[in-house]
């Protein structure tokens, strides 16, 4: 049988973060505070144009203050993400035995054993990416 390298599967989606969703969720939330923030000073005896601008005052600091709590929010979780990639490698490179019985393990518990257990491990593990994927995904945290 001739070996055949399958190509890697790869697709683009959307980051984590995007401005859009920042927009969105910044915008409702200055919505909903700038609402609640005209309906309060509506009963005051004031002008009409002070309630307005105060719901449009209200509107975007609630806005910019979502969209930055997102941004620091994604941002954080990609660092996390990254140091648990960077954690996986060093361990795929400094304790290979340790990592291949995780991954033997791994595939134990979906009901592999025997040879098709060691041809699956012994795959995964004949390429890193392929190792470091899988132990990004499969490995219980």
């Known amino acids: 049988m001739k070996d055949i390298s399958e190509p890697r599967h790869s697709e683009p989606h959307l980051s984590e973060s995007s401005g859009v969703r920042d927009f969105v969720f910044g915008f409702g939330d200055g919505i909903n505070t700038s609402l609640g923030m005209a309906a309060g000073v509506g009963g005051a005896d004031i ?6 601008l105060a719901a449009f005052v209200g509107m975007f600091t609630g806005a910019k203050a979502m969209a930055v709590q997102n941004y620091l929010a994604v941002k954080t979780h990609r660092e996390l993400l990254k140091s648990e990639i960077a954690r996986e490698e060093w ?12 991954i033997e393990d791994i595939y134990k518990a979906k009901g592999f054993s025997g040879k098709d257990l060691e ?5 995964i593990t004949s ?3 392929v190792w470091l994927d899988t132990m990004l995904t499969e490995e219980a945290s």
């Open 119 to 123: 041809i699956v491990v012994n795959k």
């Open 47 to 52: 002008s009409s144009n002070l309630i307005i």
């Open 127 to 129: 390429d890193k990416k």
């Open 91 to 102: 361990e795929i490179e400094n304790k290979p035995d340790v990592e291949r019985k995780e």
